[in-house]
């Protein structure tokens, strides 16, 4: 029977867990839970990937940290494979518990007694998907948040069990909403799991489950178009896009017929004196891009085949054409 049909209490160090995960910000809900005690049986992870200019295989961040733990570890290429699915069973977990993973298929993650736990980055129902932690500072999001819930057939649609607010501050980017969500969500969860094995945690549905009419954010996966600046917006819908992307995968623009990624700017509130997406500089120590209500001054960028610099190191560096 599953959890939300039964109030039956146990000690959550006796619960045999799997973990699934394959980024850094996996490693902290995997860490919280090995330092509260919990007894997590295996990991499942990424294969092993190229990367870097040798192609070396590189391992996924989860698994680095389960070698140093001696947590078992597990790698299937298809999650479907008869033989991932044996050893999943053979290890007779009581939860499995998901952060920062891929789509699990129903045989999965319907396999231990008290189901799936998944560690989502925003306050569900809003933002279900691939970027939420993007989307929401992309579209202006003063309040985001952590919900741990129940998985089911429907991507982020499961039961709620529990969620916790983060503010986004205006100097934040996704880098650092992402560092301090991964904190907030390793915290949260070893509370969730706690609460499961107590039976005191209780799920409950996401409203626009239970017919509730609600407006939806969404945060469908980041592909480059996503990424490329429209000037002919405010100049704070531009601000947000740069903060949203920053510091991957980098909003974009063109200058001088270059791709120009920028991973931090300035607002200037005027009324500007070019088109849209024109720029002036001094080229010493400034560039701007006008937008419909002002500009935005660069102060972190990288161009097309160089480094990320500041804006000054830039400056210096490089030659604009004779016309500007």
Same mark, same amino acid.
């Given at each position: 029977?599953?959890?939300?049909?039964?109030?039956?209490?146990?000690?959550?160090?006796?619960?045999?867990?799997?973990?699934?995960?394959?980024?850094?910000?996996?490693?902290?809900?995997?860490?919280?839970?090995?330092?509260?005690? *919990?007894? #997590? #049986?295996?990991?499942?992870?990424?294969?092993?990937?190229?990367?870097?200019?040798?192609?070396?295989?590189?391992?996924?961040?989860?698994?680095?940290?389960?070698?140093?733990?001696?947590?078992?570890?597990?790698?299937?290429?298809?999650?479907?494979?008869?033989?991932?699915?044996?050893?999943?069973?053979?290890?007779?977990?009581?939860?499995?518990?998901?952060?920062?993973?891929?789509?699990?298929?129903?045989?999965?993650?319907?396999?231990?007694?008290?189901?799936?736990?998944? #560690?989502?980055?925003?306050?569900?129902?809003?933002?279900?998907?691939?970027?939420?932690?993007?989307?929401?500072?992309?579209?202006?999001?003063?309040?985001?948040?952590?919900?741990?819930?129940?998985?089911?057939?429907?991507?982020?649609?499961?039961?709620?069990?529990?969620?916790?607010?983060?503010?986004?501050?205006?100097?934040?980017?996704?880098?650092?909403?992402?560092?301090?969500?991964?904190?907030?969500?390793?915290?949260?969860?070893?509370?969730?799991?706690?609460?499961?094995?107590?039976?005191?945690?209780?799920?409950?549905?996401?409203?626009?489950?239970?017919?509730?009419?609600?407006?939806?954010?969404?945060?469908?996966?980041?592909?480059?178009?996503?990424?490329?600046?429209?000037?002919?917006?405010?100049?704070?819908? *531009?601000?947000?896009?740069?903060?949203?992307?920053?510091?991957?995968?980098?909003?974009?623009?063109?200058?001088?017929?270059?791709?120009?990624?920028?991973?931090?700017?300035?607002?200037?509130?005027?009324?500007?004196?070019?088109?849209?997406?024109?720029?002036?500089?001094?080229?010493?120590?400034?560039?701007?891009?006008?937008?419909?209500?002002?500009?935005?001054?660069?102060?972190?960028?990288?161009?097309?085949?160089?480094?990320?610099?500041?804006?000054?190191?830039?400056?210096?560096?490089?030659?604009?054409?004779?016309? #500007?």
């Amino acid at each position: 029977m599953k959890s939300n049909q039964t109030t039956q209490k146990t000690d959550y160090h006796d619960l045999r867990i799997i973990f699934m995960g394959t980024p850094e910000f996996a490693v902290a809900s995997l860490n919280a839970l090995v330092l509260a005690g *919990c007894n #997590v #049986v295996a990991v499942v992870t990424a294969p092993d990937k190229p990367a870097g200019r040798g192609m070396q295989l590189q391992e996924p961040a989860v698994k680095k940290y389960a070698k140093s733990k001696d947590i078992p570890v597990l790698q299937p290429e298809k999650l479907r494979s008869p033989e991932f699915i044996d050893n999943l069973r053979q290890l007779k977990a009581d939860l499995q518990v998901v952060v920062a993973f891929r789509m699990l298929p129903e045989i999965v993650w319907n396999m231990a007694p008290m189901g799936t736990v998944n #560690v989502h980055g925003s306050l569900l129902p809003q933002y279900r998907g691939a970027a939420p932690i993007n989307w929401a500072i992309i579209n202006g999001e003063k309040i985001t948040g952590i919900t741990t819930f129940k998985l089911k057939h429907e991507i982020d649609t499961g039961n709620i069990l529990l969620q916790e607010k983060l503010a986004i501050n205006e100097d934040d980017n996704a880098g650092t909403v992402h560092d301090r969500m991964k904190e907030l969500g390793a915290r949260l969860l070893v509370e969730t799991v706690i609460g499961l094995a107590s039976g005191e945690l209780k799920e409950k549905p996401q409203p626009d489950q239970t017919g509730e009419d609600i407006s939806l954010h969404h945060a469908p996966r980041i592909f480059t178009e996503t990424c490329r600046i429209n000037w002919k917006q405010s100049i704070e819908n *531009c601000h947000n896009l740069i903060r949203g992307l920053s510091p991957y995968p980098g909003a974009f623009t063109e200058l001088e017929g270059k791709t120009l990624k920028i991973f931090a700017a300035t607002k200037e509130f005027t009324h500007p004196l070019g088109l849209p997406g024109s720029f002036e500089t001094d080229r010493k120590t400034y560039l701007k891009f006008a937008a419909t209500d002002g500009y935005l001054h660069l102060t972190d960028l990288q161009l097309q085949g160089k480094k990320r610099l500041p804006i000054g190191d830039f400056l210096r560096g490089y030659r604009f054409s004779d016309n #500007v």
